[in-house]
């Protein structure tokens, strides 16, 4: 996978993990058409680019869910997702530090993605399997550092037994959120981060016996 031009990092969270964790199981429960999000099954890295070396990263803590609509094509229209950017790493402690400071995690603890609208442009949604994805197009709304602004890209979905699998790519200018570019001495970092994510969502046992 390429990187583009980027900078240190961005994504999407809210609460503290194990609090929004117990929300997402409680809401799960009420409604048969939540669908929470496996963090096993799961996984958003991101990519940058600097004068002197590119580099990459992850989140390692974030929490959310999609909803089911019946009668939409397809289904599942919208979802929340919500990263705790304290828990964000590019694997080297100096850096993630510097990452936090710009990041201003004292005062934005969370990063929050809201999907919005989903069209199939491709591919039986139905029938969809790993070898055979459905190919959609996706847009929502980030917040990071405080700000909000849409963001979008193309997406695959397929369904593995009780599981709704989703991977795709997309890349966020951080300019667009108030983040100033990263300048130190020859250092430079790019503003765009390109983010790959697999977003595992489990089927309610209604549903996973269709």
């Known amino acids: 996978m390429h990187s583009i031009p980027c900078r240190y990092s961005k994504v999407i969270s809210g609460f503290t993990f194990g609090a929004l964790l117990l929300l997402v ?6 409604d048969p058409n939540t669908l929470p999000l496996d963090l096993n099954g799961s996984s ?9 070396h590119n580099f990459h990263g992850e989140a390692k803590e974030f929490t959310g869910s999609a909803a089911v609509d019946t009668g ?28 936090y400071g710009w990041l201003n995690v004292k005062v934005n603890p969370d990063a929050t993605f809201k999907l919005q ?7 039986d ?6 070898q055979h994805p459905a190919q959609f197009n996706v847009s929502g709304t980030l917040t990071l550092n405080g700000v909000n602004h849409p963001v979008g890209g193309m997406a695959k979905g397929w369904r593995e037994k009780d599981r709704i699998i989703v991977t795709g ?3 966020v200018d951080t300019l667009n959120y108030g983040l100033p570019q990263i300048r130190m001495a020859i250092l430079t970092v790019g503003t765009n981060v390109k983010i790959a994510y697999t ?6 046992p209604d549903y996973a016996k269709k």
């Open 44 to 52: 958003l890295k991101f990519f940058c680019e600097s004068f002197m």
């Open 25 to 30: 199981q409680v809401a799960s429960a009420a």
């Open 169 to 171: 790519e997309t890349v």
């Open 199 to 204: 977003f595992n969502f489990v089927l309610p």
């Open 117 to 123: 609208s989903v069209k199939l442009i491709g591919g």
């Open 72 to 99: 939409a094509t397809p289904p599942i229209q919208t979802a929340t997702l919500r990263f705790k950017t304290v828990a964000l790493t590019t694997f080297l402690k100096d850096r993630d530090e510097k990452m």
């Open 125 to 130: 949604y139905k029938a969809a399997d790993a």
